[in-house]
Structure formats: structure tokens, C-alpha cells
């Protein structure tokens, strides 16, 4: 079954330094691909997404992400933090044969000034 | 225009009380979801449905019960609260129940005293 790892519940980083997000999926065969970010008291709002194609994947609010089929990864990078990116952040992937959505654990996202 | 909305956002009631949560969506989609987010960040799915009927139940136990009257809404019920059952609650809906996209509601936090 499909598996979701998050290294890192917690990141912290200095406003303007990068941001890395690590995310690695279990299946053999490359899923679609997603993260999510979660803002304090709020829902979870699609950064970007991969399904097929281009390898390096640009989403919302200068965040990308770079699908490495030989290494199961999907991290999630910015250049340059922003306070506004405090938040909570979830990469997710397909479950396979199931219709479901597999989760990781999430890695909290601290920008200090 | 809210896309996916619930209600309501908070809700704090005793143990053994009978609850329900609603969540409707104007997006146009197929399928919905129920969300269970425990006190350290992880989501878990709990229900789908696909036009109204259900297609994703997962190892909950009988005391939820959800109800989709018509693919715009999808309810969650819970009868004979425990204290386990605090957690956030949030709905979702994607455009097909082969469309891994999903769209958050706000979320419901349920505190159970």
C-alpha cells in the first residue's frame, strides 16, 4: 500500500533563506503527486500538483517541486521565505487501486525574522 | 462564494451527546469527502461519496454516519460523543472519484468534554 514519508514535523528557516520540504512515496509505480499547505485555523489549500509530463512543477506563491522517480521523492522548494509561509505543509499521493488520497504527517514550516 | 463550506466551525458538547456536522460545495463535483485530523496534524479519510453513494469507508466506528442528500452535501453524523472523537473535521470534494484534486473545507473543530 501507498505510503507518504515527511522527514521533518518541523522546519525552521530564516526570512529569505530556502525552503526545503522533504517528501518520499513507497510505490514502485509514480503516483500523482500533491502538496498542501494549512494555515493556522484554516483548511488545506493545493500548492501544485503532479500527474504527468514536466518533472519540476511550479505551484502557488513561488513554491516548486521536482518529481525524482529514481529517488521516490517530491520535495518542495521556495528560493526565498516569506514570514506569510508559516504554516503547516502536507504532501500527499495517490493511494493506487483506491480512489483515496494518502496523506504524510506534515512538516510545520517556521520563518523567523 | 465559498467553495466547500461547513458547519459549523466550532462545536463543543459532552460525551455522549449526538452531533452532526454539514458541508456543502458549489464546485460542481461528483465527490466528497470526510476528513478526521487528530490533535498532531494527521489526516486520515474517513468516508466518500460519488453522487450520493458511498464508495470509501474506512475503519470508523458505526457511531458516524454519513449522509449525502444530494451530491452538493455531504453530512457527518455522530452519535454517543467520546472524548476521542476531538479532533478537526473537514470535508472535501474532488471533481470525479478518479480526480485525486481535492478542495478543503475550513474545517470543524469538535471538542468533546
Given at each position: 500500500?501507498?505510503?507518504?514519508?515527511?522527514?521533518?514535523?518541523?522546519?525552521s528557516v530564516s526570512e529569505g533563506a530556502l525552503v526545503l520540504l522533504r517528501c518520499n512515496y513507497s510505490s514502485s509505480v509514480p503516483p500523482y503527486l500533491f502538496w498542501y499547505v494549512q494555515y493556522p485555523n484554516q483548511g488545506l489549500q493545493l500548492l501544485?500538483?503532479?500527474?504527468?509530463?514536466?518533472?519540476?512543477?511550479?505551484?502557488?506563491?513561488?513554491?516548486?517541486?521536482?518529481?525524482?522517480?529514481?529517488?521516490?521523492?517530491?520535495?518542495?522548494?521556495?528560493?526565498?521565505?516569506?514570514?506569510?509561509?508559516?504554516?503547516?505543509?502536507?504532501?500527499?499521493?495517490d493511494g493506487g487501486?483506491?480512489?483515496?488520497?494518502?496523506f504524510g504527517t506534515g512538516t510545520l514550516l517556521a520563518v523567523q525574522p | 462564494d465559498t467553495a466547500v463550506s461547513q458547519t459549523p466551525k466550532y462545536l463543543v458538547?459532552?460525551?455522549?451527546?449526538?452531533?452532526?456536522?454539514?458541508?456543502?460545495?458549489?464546485l460542481g463535483h461528483d465527490t466528497?469527502?470526510?476528513?478526521?485530523?487528530?490533535?498532531?496534524?494527521?489526516?486520515?479519510?474517513?468516508?466518500?461519496?460519488n453522487n450520493k453513494e458511498l464508495i470509501i469507508?474506512?475503519?470508523?466506528?458505526?457511531?458516524?454516519?454519513?449522509?449525502s442528500p444530494d451530491k452538493a452535501h455531504l453530512n457527518l453524523h455522530i452519535n454517543s460523543l467520546e472524548l476521542g472523537d476531538s479532533a478537526v473535521y473537514f470535508c472535501a470534494s474532488s471533481l470525479t472519484d478518479l480526480s485525486y484534486e481535492q478542495y478543503f473545507g475550513p474545517g470543524t473543530r469538535l471538542t468533546v468534554t
Open positions: 500500500a501507498q505510503s507518504v514519508t515527511q522527514l521533518g514535523s518541523h522546519v501544485l500538483k503532479y500527474t504527468t509530463g514536466a518533472t519540476l512543477v511550479k505551484g502557488i506563491n513561488g513554491f516548486e517541486a521536482e518529481f525524482k522517480k529514481s529517488e521516490t521523492s517530491f520535495h518542495l522548494t521556495k528560493p526565498s521565505a516569506h514570514m506569510s509561509d508559516a504554516a503547516e505543509y502536507f504532501c500527499a499521493a487501486a483506491t480512489n483515496k488520497l494518502i | 458538547t459532552q460525551m455522549g451527546n449526538d452531533k452532526s456536522i454539514k458541508c456543502e460545495q458549489n466528497m469527502y470526510w476528513y478526521k485530523q487528530d490533535s498532531k496534524k494527521f489526516l486520515k479519510i474517513m468516508f466518500s461519496y469507508n474506512e475503519t470508523v466506528p458505526n457511531r458516524f454516519s454519513p449522509k
